[in-house]
């Protein structure tokens, strides 16, 4: 089970590894250097990965300041393809939430940087 040990602007440490590109964290394995198709925007279709994937949770991190911004409706598009625990949140929250949630089934899409 993936461990977000600690996130600063622009760097994450999971399990003891030091990664400075934005991230998809599944319980068991990292999708490295996440990007978005508009790089502050995120869509339906930057999240093929998480919604093939089914988790019962997914957290989004904004971003230090929370400058990454959301598309219209896209938590709806996601309840709407059962997945029905959705959090977003500016990253360093969405770190705390990740690692306190019990779900084996957890994901999380973090922006490190704005």
């Not at 400075?20 to 279709?45: S, T, V």
């Not at 360093?92 to 973090?110: D, I, Q």
């Amino acid at each position: 089970m993936n461990i977000i040990d600690k996130y600063q602007f622009g760097r994450i440490i999971i399990n003891g590894l030091s990664y400075h590109n934005d991230i998809i964290i599944f319980p068991d394995y990292l999708q490295q250097n996440w990007w978005r198709d508009e790089g502050h925007l995120l869509k339906i279709n930057d999240l093929t990965s998480i919604i093939d994937y089914q988790p019962d949770t997914f957290i989004i991190g904004t971003g230090m300041f929370g400058l990454m911004k959301i598309e219209y409706a896209l938590v709806e598009k996601l309840k709407d393809l059962k997945i029905k625990n959705i959090m977003v949140e500016k990253t360093m929250r969405a770190c705390e939430l990740f690692n306190k949630e019990t779900s084996p089934r957890k994901t999380a899409a973090l922006h490190l940087t704005c």
